[in-house]
């Protein structure tokens, strides 16, 4: 079981829209107007549409718009509203928090609360009402899509996000929330056409971020990537609108080649960062030379990613898995907090029961994905869950991946063949593992892999226990990465504790 160190791309994030725009990431504000509207319809509307009705709901609506649009004194009334009730999701009361208090500058942000149970369809009943009261309120269809997404039903999360789509074409929350839902079922290239077919991203620095993020993720050329230069030098949007654009182009840099200038821009790029381009800047930061990152210095709300990487390059697992725990919560649809976190939880702390729950739960957003098959099985093997181990592990053709997922899943068939006592069978599919992994050069799986083969062969105490323990301290001294040499160090430790000598009698 291994995380792998995958290239990372400034993809959009996709939240709430209350969330959003807590965060700051919808505010229309910039040094010259835009010609981008956020915001459903005209403020006038919404405050028509809130003096007219005065619904929780249009409150939210009315207060939303305002602070996007620059104006939020100007739905002071609505937002006392709201906090009088008491009855609002938290990013409303936050918002609303900050209009009262004329400190919209510095939005306390809700801490995550995912809905999952009985609170997700309590929610998607809720979205469902909305969207039949104001069928063009393309907000309420986003939110749905990704509810729907959130509950497994990816066909009614499309259906939704397409009505969103027909009915604000160029919203910026629209067209980000569509763009990751395509990524995420591995349409990148609709994605990518729907950023370049709309106006909007022209003039857009977060779409435009978003356009050269998801080029590199369908494998082309990216569009705006001249036209990205040309706004960021212009001097028309504040640091914050600029932060993602500047984090995409240093990345394609990065890739180029050209370090100076991607050092330079990722460091543009923190100049008033979100938690998504703080996270870019510390994943570059072991790539490009001098480029430091101290996540704690910056105190961006839902910073987790990028505290979770930099816990887990200093070694600090406990740190390193409560924030992958807290990025999968803000992003519960991503595979990849629920690979760091399962990784963590298995291999590091072993906590497998926990593990379990989240990686169960991943898969029904992310339906036969290898690496969560994978962890599961290893953590389900582990707690002697056999049967349905080797349940998951015969959803995959392990023959056809060719990635590292085929190196950890003839591993992990291995693991199980020993906890079923069948050690000859396990030793086989560990060294097809190991012997893989050696041809591709991945001397991190091949340190991995041996390392759980002497484990397991000094716990059934097989005659191959010294040549597999000596293959693995091999092994793993080439290796300077801090968990693989917590797993020699616990091997060593076992072997010592089951009174197992070092070297042969």
Known sequence: MLIEKKDRRILPRWRDFLTTVSLGELDSRTRQPTLLDDARSSLAEKQADWDNNHTIWHAVDFIAASFVLGEPQRSSEAAAFVLRSGDAPAPALALARGIASNQTDHLLVPDVSPFEGEALYREIHRLKRRTVSEPRNAVAWVDLARAY????????ARRAMNIACAIS?????????????????????????????SPATRHDPWLMAAELGVATTARIG???????????????????SLTELSSALATLELEAGKVPTAKKLFRQSLECPTENS??????????VSGLVVKVDEFRVPRSYEADALQSHSLGEWDRCFRSALQWLQDQPFSSRPAVLASYIGSTIL????TSIRLLSASLVTNPRHPTLINNLAFALANVGELDRADGYLSLLDVQDIEDTNGVTLLATQGLVKFKRGD?????RLYLEAIAKAKKQGWQRYVAVASLYLAREEVLLDTSEKFLALHRAMDEAERCTDKDVLLLLTRVLELTESSGTETTPP
């Open 149 to 156: 997404l959130l509950a497994g039903n990816a066909d009614l």
């Open 169 to 197: 074409p160029d919203n910026r929350f629209v067209l980000r929330s569509a763009t990751r839902f395509l990524v995420h079922q591995r349409e990148a290239l609709e994605a990518h056409r729907l950023l370049v077919n």
């Open 222 to 240: 990216p569009v705006f990537s001249r036209p990205a230069r040309s706004l960021i030098q212009s001097g028309q949007h504040a640091p914050m």
């Open 278 to 287: 703080l996270a870019q800047a510390e994943w570059a930061s072991d790539h």
């Open 350 to 353: 072993q906590d497998y029961d």
């Open 423 to 427: 050690a000859h069978e396990g030793r």
